[in-house]
């Protein structure tokens, strides 16, 4: 689960004059989150263990499962340690599962996570802008999070650099992480998009290259599957999978369930943070545009309340060395700004950076993994029931089965997936609550939670109708079948005595009681609904024989025409 510090790289390439004045980021390190709906198809529809269906691939497959470090104790280090702790008990099954215990039996089993990772992609080159040199990134990890019973993937990319003048940092924080373009400059660059992204092998071999410039492929996905398409380094990158709609064959299909910014995380340290402004911390926590440090990204009266809404300062006093460190989160992004000369800032293994990586990373994991969760609950609701025809008996059953279905899968994802708290520690604590409270994911929980009982009661209550009716069906043929037992069987008596006809003639008496009996209990079958109207009036004493006659007259009206439905 955790994941190595790879050693700090040369600086980037120089910048020109334009960056000059920019305060340098000594360290820079960016997460992209890009969390993923799975489509299951034919018999891995809804599969608890997408992760195997990559195993089934064996050698030709780039990704390869992360072992964690919770098997030899020599390899066991501190910052594992640390990590490990920093958790609750149930947070920390659902990380990294439970050992058998002493009478070898196993409690909560293995972690229902699987981690896979691809080492073949060793640097990124991005240049953001036709006029700009490129710049280059060590890639740290290209991870894919599966996760057991949910149809959700997690992608997390981490790269990082040193030396990168702040505009090209918030450049970058703002521009890279685009699954596709919103738009298209007046050049054709897709907009808000690096103008090129590439993935590099460790011998400096272009692996793929991004696309964002070629609007009318964009244009053409959109319009024939009314879905976007996707850039071709991203789509490299997740291979074997495959877009859903994409004529590209794949052994697991994806499709975007959220914004195409993927959420972020990233760690900046200068040699002295209190020099940014406010204009600076603005950009960073709300992943804006870069600018001049002395402007504002939005007007002042939309950032009135940023340092309250957005800024996490129990550890930030501008002139005091001892706090150095600030926390900004918008929910798309959790940023760390810190003090590069500060030694636990930049302790990469138990110190802040290390934290950051390890802990943060987990954090934001979790966040971003039960919001993707939760709103792929909604698109299942709102498939099952865009679906349903009420007068097709086919549709409503598919209807119930897939409610039955989305239920249990809700309550397997409360049990298991979903925390309030994740920490006792009240840093860890006080993050994740300003995170999720961005996400807003407890209003969505409460929403999904609140459509999928509606959902099932009104099933139950379908049900319980369904059950209603046929007993008023029931009822009423017994009513009538009373009548003819009573009159046949009087004292045990046989009205005519046929013992002695042949049976060719006691074979026809039989067939002609039992035609007139089974269309006389279907005919009060099929109006079973005004029986049961005109034996309640047959009971009413306040009704008069007139009146009761007029109910069972209502057998032979013709019913109004129902008229149907959009």
Not at 119 to 131: C, H
Not at 369 to 377: D, E, N, S, W
Request: aromatic share 12%.
């Amino acid at each position: 689960m955790t994941m190595n510090a790879p050693p700090i790289t040369a600086p980037l390439a120089e910048t020109d004059s334009l960056t000059a004045i920019s305060p340098l980021v000594r360290h820079f390190r960016q997460m992209l989150l890009w969390p993923l709906r799975v489509i299951g198809q034919g018999v891995t529809a809804h599969s608890a263990k997408y992760w195997e269906l990559l195993e089934s691939l064996g050698e030709g497959c780039p990704w390869r499962e992360v072992v964690d470090e919770f098997g030899d104790p020599h390899n066991f280090q501190e910052r594992h340690y640390k990590e490990f702790i920093t958790f609750l008990p149930y947070v920390q099954r659902f990380l990294y599962g439970e050992s058998t215990g002493r009478d070898g039996q196993v409690g909560y089993g293995q972690s229902p996570i699987r981690v896979f990772r691809r080492g073949d992609i060793a640097r990124m080159r991005v240049q953001l802008d036709p006029s700009t040199p490129p710049l280059l990134f060590q890639i740290a990890h290209v991870d894919l999070y599966f996760f057991y019973d949910i149809d959700i993937i997690i992608l997390a990319v981490e790269f990082f650099a040193n030396d990168l003048p702040l505009v090209l940092a918030e450049d970058v924080l703002f521009k890279v992480g685009r699954a596709y373009p919103g738009f298209w400059e007046a050049n054709g660059q897709g907009g808000q998009c690096p103008y090129r992204v590439e993935w590099l092998a460790a011998n400096g071999a272009p692996l793929a290259v991004s696309d964002y410039e070629h609007r009318e492929k964009y244009l053409a996905f959109t319009c024939q599957h009314r879905s976007p398409a996707v850039s071709a380094h991203w789509e490299y990158l997740l291979q074997p999978l495959a877009l859903y709609h994409s004529e590209r064959a794949g052994v697991i299909r994806y499709r975007q369930i959220e914004y195409h910014r993927m959420p972020l995380l990233a760690y900046l340290s200068f040699n002295e943070p209190e020099t940014l402004t406010r204009g600076d911390f603005a950009r960073l926590a709300l992943i804006t545009k870069a600018g001049p440090s002395d402007t504002l990204p939005y007007a002042a009266k939309a950032l009135r309340r940023f340092e309250d809404r957005y800024c996490y300062d129990k550890f930030w006093e501008p002139g005091n060395p001892a706090f150095s460190s600030r926390y900004l989160c918008c929910g798309h992004a959790f940023v760390v700004v810190g003090q590069a000369t500060h030694p636990f800032f930049v302790d990469a293994e138990t110190g802040l950076l290390g934290q950051f990586r390890h802990q943060y990373f987990l954090v934001n994991l979790i966040a971003h993994f039960q919001k993707a969760a939760l709103m792929l609950f909604s698109e299942w609701l709102v498939v099952a029931i865009s679906q349903l025809h009420i007068h097709d008996l086919d549709s409503v059953r598919e209807f119930k089965r897939e409610i039955r279905r989305i239920l249990a899968t809700f309550l397997r994802f409360t049990e298991r997936y979903w925390f309030h708290e994740v920490s006792n520690q009240a840093q860890i604590r006080d993050l994740f609550k300003l995170l999720t409270g961005h996400l807003n994911t407890d209003r969505l929980y409460q929403d999904i939670s609140a459509s999928v009982k509606d959902m099932n009661q009104y099933l139950d209550s379908d049900s319980q109708r369904r059950q209603a009716n046929t007993v008023v069906r029931l009822t009423v043929v017994t009513t009538l079948g009373l009548i003819a037992t009573v009159s046949t069987g009087f004292l045990g008596m046989n009205l005519f005595d046929e013992t002695g006809n042949p049976p060719a003639i006691k074979a026809l008496i039989f067939l002609a009681v039992l035609v007139p009996s089974i269309l006389l209990v279907n005919y009060a079958v099929a109006h079973s609904k005004v029986l049961s109207d005109f034996l309640e009036a047959l009971a009413d004493r306040e009704l008069s024989w007139w009146q009761r006659t007029q109910v069972l007259l209502r057998i032979w009206r013709k019913p109004p025409p129902r008229k149907n439905s959009p």
